[in-house]
């Protein structure tokens, strides 16, 4: 409708401005140092909900970050959109491999570079910008709600209490997410589906302090050595997971659903040139684009153990550990692959060492339904916007939370994202695209018109 493109085009510079406020705000969840700025950062998800014209909106408290919460119901009678996003982001370190400040956003070669620009606080607020431009040009086509919750990143360990305790206040039609990625903007794309997510903690004890590697190296084992060795386990020559029964409830999908999933561009080299990497790794017998969205996975997220200061000190670690993360494909459950983990991990431990193995978080994961009126509604829109039909794909990522909304809520999930792989997502110089960010705030009122259409 040109009188979306006549308001967003009006009101481009704030719409930018008001994002640049936002990641200014270090709103890290993970640190308890920044909980002051997750407050903050939720205080102004608030105002700007209130400014674009949201009614009853607040920040309800949990008991970790708080969630934010608005609405806009014209009619009662119109179908429901529940808006899903976080405001939350991933700590910043390393910060000597930023480019610029993290929480200092710079402008350069047409992409926001800070944290959280992508993930996610430039795709939820694309929806309350598109909210926005519905509103003030009257021409809102459906009921919408906002849930912008602050611990995603850490797991939404309070989010399942909430939904739970305010199930007639969040009733809708379907969950609307912008939290993922497109393959390009030349070739816009729509996940339909998630992995899932199992994150453990291990660590490995052997004597009952650091010792002199002189003294005792090669008479105590080394923890660090140990640790190395039983991670190293984890993949066989074929680069297979080992854990006995980690693969037994995968869903394998068909050739012909692999032949159509393997059609969406994809260029190798470009892939290689852009990581920094002469080859690719992977599980045998599957190509690249179904290592990362239609197989699961084990990888280390972090190592540590002994002395890793500056200079030499030549200790033998009483103690190393380790972060590691699976990613998980339907039918895998996160709560019995954690286990299958712990089990075998603390079974291929020697005697010469004690093992503790820690459940963080997880989640389930989930595929979308291809034939829902909220699908097409989005397929729909991406196509009208960019003039051309959107590539499905399978997600690589996880958002565990979607599998809680059709628990909790009985909601189907869109996953209508506009960020890129390459916005180096979790890692320094992380980036979003301001082509993307506008197209997200042009795209979105059409999901909006067309669902409401459909739905009828």
């Known amino acids: 409708m040109q009188v979306w493109k006549d308001y967003q085009a009006k009101h481009q510079d704030r719409f930018l401005d008001e994002l640049l406020t936002l990641l200014r705000i270090p709103s890290v969840s993970a640190d308890s140092s920044h909980n002051g700025d997750t407050q903050q950062c939720a205080e102004a998800v608030k105002q700007r909900l209130v400014e674009a014209g949201a009614e009853k909106v607040e920040v309800c408290p949990t008991a970790g970050h708080p969630i934010v919460y608005g609405e806009k119901i014209i009619d009662p009678s119109l179908p429901t959109v529940l808006v899903y996003g976080h405001y939350d982001v ?18 350069k070669d047409g992409n926001i570079y800070a944290r959280g620009s992508a993930d996610d606080k430039g795709q939820f607020y694309m929806h309350v910008k598109a909210f926005e431009v519905m509103n003030k040009t009257n021409t809102i086509p459906c009921n919408i709600k906002f849930m912008i919750e602050g611990e995603e990143e850490v797991g939404s360990a309070n989010l399942g209490i909430f939904l739970k305790e305010n199930k007639e206040r969040l009733k809708a039609d379907v969950v609307l997410i912008s939290d993922t990625s497109m393959i390009s903007l030349e070739n816009p794309s729509i996940d339909t589906g998630l992995r899932g997510l199992s994150y453990m903690e291990v660590e490995v004890t052997g004597p009952n302090r650091d010792l002199h590697s002189g003294v005792y190296g090669g008479a105590v084992a080394n923890p660090a050595t140990i640790l190395a060795k039983m991670i ?5 020559d074929n680069n297979h997971v080992t854990i006995p029964g980690f693969y037994d409830q995968v869903q394998d999908l068909t050739t012909e659903e692999r032949t159509a999933l393997n059609a969406a561009p994809f260029d190798e080299e470009a892939y290689k040139k852009d990581l920094g990497v002469a080859e690719l790794w ?3 017998g599957y190509s690249t684009i179904e290592r990362t969205g239609i197989r ?7 190592i540590w153990g002994g002395y890793t200061g500056e200079g030499s000190k030549t200790v033998l670690p009483s103690k190393a550990s380790a972060k590691i993360s699976m990613r998980l494909v339907p039918n895998q459950d996160w709560n019995e692959v954690s286990d299958l983990f712990t089990k075998h991990f603390t079974a291929i431990a020697p005697k010469s060492v004690q093992v503790k193995v820690t459940k963080h978080h997880g989640g ?3 595929v979308t339904p291809i034939d829902s009126v909220a699908f097409k509604a989005a397929h729909k829109a991406i196509n009208t916007t960019f003039g051309k039909e959107p590539i499905p794909v399978r997600g690589g990522g996880s958002i565990p939370i979607v599998a809680l909304f059709e628990k909790e809520l009985g909601l189907k999930t869109v996953l209508m994202g506009f960020g890129l792989d390459s916005d180096n997502l979790h890692s320094p110089n992380e980036k979003y695209g301001l082509a993307n960010y506008f197209k997200g705030i042009e795209t979105i009122p059409y999901f909006h018109q067309f669902f409401a259409e459909m739905s009828k």
């Open 90 to 107: 991933q700590p910043a370190d390393p910060l000597e491999l930023w480019n610029s400040g993290p929480f200092e956003p710079v402008i």
């Open 232 to 236: 190293a386990s984890l993949h066989d």
């Open 282 to 284: 992977g599980e045998k």
């Open 296 to 302: 699961p996975t084990l990888e280390v997220n972090g």
């Open 364 to 366: 389930s994961p989930y």
